[in-house]
Structures are given as C-alpha cells and as structure tokens.
C-alpha cells in the first residue's frame, strides 16, 4: 500500500499491534487477576473463596515462621543453582567461544542442546534414580565408605543445576564470542598472562552475558516445583506451596499471594540486572 510505503513507522507499528495487545491481555491481565486474587480470602469451613478484600494472605506470609523460611530457602536454592551453573558454564562457553573450531563448535552447540531435546520429567527421574538407595551414586561411594546423600535439598540443587545449566552456557557462550580477539593479543603484547588475560579483559567483558543467563537460572529455580517433588523428599519451596495451596486444599487467594513473592523478587533482580547490560545479551 502506498501509505505503508511512505510510512515505515505506520507499518511496524501495524505489524506490532496484535502482539503486544496480546501481551496486555494475556500476560498483564493475568497479573492482575493473580493480585486480585491474592487479596481475597477462603473460607474456613466450606473452603468457599470470599471476594472480600484483605490483606490476611499477606500477612500469613510475614508472620508465619514456616513460609519465611521457605522464602529463603528458595532464595538461597536459586542462588546457588545460579552460581554453580555460572562457574560450570563459563568454562564450557570460553572453550567453544575462542579455543574450538568451527567444526567444533557446532558440535558443541548441539551437545549443548541435545538435552533440552528430552523430557523435563525423564531428566529428573533420572536424577531420582542417581540419587537412590541403590543408584550409581550409592554405588561408586560404597567403595569409599560413603553412601548416596538421598532426597533432599542438595538433590534438588543438583538437579536444578543440570536441568538450566543449558540456559547458562548459550547467553554466555554468545558473550564471550564477541569479545574481539585483538583484546587477547593486545593483552599479550602488554605482557599479561593467560590468568590476568582472563581475569582482567575476558570476565569484565562476559559479565553481562553472564548475568543473562542467570535471569533464566534464577528465576526457573525459584518456580520449580516438579524436581522438588521428584528429589526433594521433604524439602519445600515456594512452587510446592503454590501447587499444594492451589491444589489439595483449594486455597487458590494464598496460593496467588505466594505466587507474588518470586514476581517481586524477579522485578528487583531485572532492575539490578538492567544496570550491567544484560538484558542486551539476551
């Protein structure tokens, strides 16, 4: 059309509309509803949810000790989960990135990929298997007399960490290919070593990348809770409280009111992570 044609802004913002109404209506307004619904209460003895506005959810969230400490149980998982996947990750990306091949490196892509190919489920039933009475774990720490650390919190981090460390590898992978290999031989010709080179120019400059790839660590940790199911044993994070709340008891206004804590915790975490770019790496 002739008008399109002399007005580009016209077209794009055309070819937009339908997505980011989309986007209002099917992320934003679910939102909404979800605060909405948090503000409402359940009553006691016929488990009917009262449209009622109230801040009782809220404030069982902040009174009751059991859900604090879930809270940073959750905090502290996710943080963890991040931190190994980021020290696991930084290696693997700076190989493919500036040490493999072409060839290589595409191999490599795809080895990566290759298990985000499988079922979420079989991954961490497989994981439940490793970390069974009579699993390999067991197995290899018999010899030693050691047995499987079992269900619980530090397989459900291990779990977690192998399930998203993909997600951490790709951003930075993609970080690290962009810094200019004139960085390296200038950092050479200036007499530093591989360790100060590494320290010094390459990490400064995946850092972004880096904090990327821990938006999707830290935030797929902290709405899990199927590995937590599976590996966890008794362990509980705030996923397992949405489900069992929304679930079993039909508490669906607390359930959205614990559903709001890891929303507020990822709008911080965007915020700080907006600061050092990395939200450009993504």
């Known amino acids: 059309m002739p008008l399109l044609d002399r007005r580009p ?3 794009v913002g055309l070819l937009l509309t339908p997505p980011m109404l989309w986007l209002g209506v099917a992320y934003l307004g679910a939102l909404g509803a979800l605060l909405v619904t948090s503000l409402w209460s359940q009553n006691d003895f016929t488990g009917e949810i009262e449209r ?9 969230l902040l009174t009751v000790d059991v859900y604090r400490t879930i809270t940073f149980r959750t905090l502290m998982v996710a943080a963890v989960v991040t931190v190994v996947d980021a020290v696991l990750a930084f ?8 040490v493999a091949s072409r060839r290589a490196q595409r191999l490599l892509v795809i080895a990566v990929l290759m298990p985000l190919w499988a079922s979420y489920l079989v991954k961490a039933y497989a994981w439940r298997g490793m970390f069974s009475a009579d699993g390999p774990i067991a197995w290899i720490a018999q010899p030693f007399g050691l047995d499987t650390p079992g269900y619980g919190l530090f397989a459900t981090t291990v779990t977690l960490a192998y399930l998203w460390l993909p997600y951490m590898i790709l951003p930075v992978f993609a970080g690290i290919e962009r810094v200019p290999d004139s960085l390296f031989e200038a ?10 080179t590494l320290r010094r120019v390459v990490i400064p400059m995946a850092f972004p990348a880096i904090v990327a790839g821990s938006i999707f660590t830290f935030s797929l940790t902290m709405g899990d809770y199927i590995a937590v199911k599976i590996v966890g044993g008794t362990t509980q994070m705030l996923g397992n409280v949405v489900y069992d ?37 993504l």
């Open 9 to 11: 802004g016209l077209r």
């Open 52 to 60: 009622i506005w109230t801040l009782d959810n809220f404030r069982s």
């Open 91 to 98: 290696p693997i990306a700076l190989y493919m990135a500036k």
């Open 187 to 196: 950092s050479a010709d200036l007499g530093a070593g591989s360790w100060q």
């Open 245 to 281: 709340n929304q679930g079993a008891a039909n508490n669906l206004p607390f359930a959205a009111a614990v559903a709001t804590i890891p929303i507020v915790v990822m709008l911080g975490y965007l915020a700080a992570a907006r600061r050092t770019g990395a939200l450009e790496n």
